[in-house]
């Protein structure tokens, strides 16, 4: 009577996630980090033709939101199909709101801003969390809020200083996500 089923805890497991959704639109126009083109969708078949629709995709590993394995920095590292799910899935982690700044192209933002969003969001991150950053770079997407050129949102960016890198590693920090093309 007092015990519940596996299926229960889970779905009651589910019922607490907090989510971060970070991905966007996979289209041939959007946004790249400037090393990369964008993806190439192009129609295999139509319904008028034959009932049915499908694409041909081909895309970059670097299109939109997606996981840099240790490996992509690291010759030694594990490949994307050797990282632990668990590393990746179901992570507590802290939303570091870092556009009260209004970070600029080439802007190295501190250890005191990262503080002071932890104190605006009131979290701290225990280790194996997953932090987040915020730097409203969305905003110069092509046909965003500040109305920038194709190509300028992935060449432009700010980032962290190598002192608030240090500290997000000193929390022991998980993973680190963020809004702008280069991390």
């Not at 570091?96 to 970070?103: H, Q, R, S, V």
């Amino acid at each position: 009577p007092g015990s519940s089923s596996p299926v229960a805890d889970v779905l009651s497991a589910l019922g607490r996630l907090r989510l971060h959704d970070a991905s966007p639109t996979i289209s041939a126009d959007m946004d790249m980090w400037f090393m990369y083109e964008a993806p190439d969708i192009a129609p295999l078949f139509s319904h008028a033709e034959v009932g049915a629709a499908a694409n041909r995709v081909a895309l970059s590993e670097h299109t939109g939101t997606h996981v840099d394995a240790p490996f992509h920095f690291d010759a030694t590292g594990l490949t994307a199909d050797r990282v632990p799910l668990e590393s990746m899935l179901l992570r507590p982690f802290g939303k570091y709101d870092l556009t009260p700044g209004d970070p600029q192209p080439g802007d190295l933002l501190g250890v005191d801003a990262l503080k002071a969003a932890e104190e605006r969001g009131g979290f701290s991150l225990d280790a194996g969390s997953v932090a987040i950053l915020e730097f409203g770079w969305d905003a110069n997407r092509s046909g965003g809020a500040k109305g920038r050129p194709a190509g300028w949102w992935g060449a432009n960016e700010p980032g962290l200083s190598p002192e608030a890198c240090a500290y997000l590693g000193s929390l022991g920090v998980a993973a680190v996500a963020c809004d702008t093309p280069a991390c």
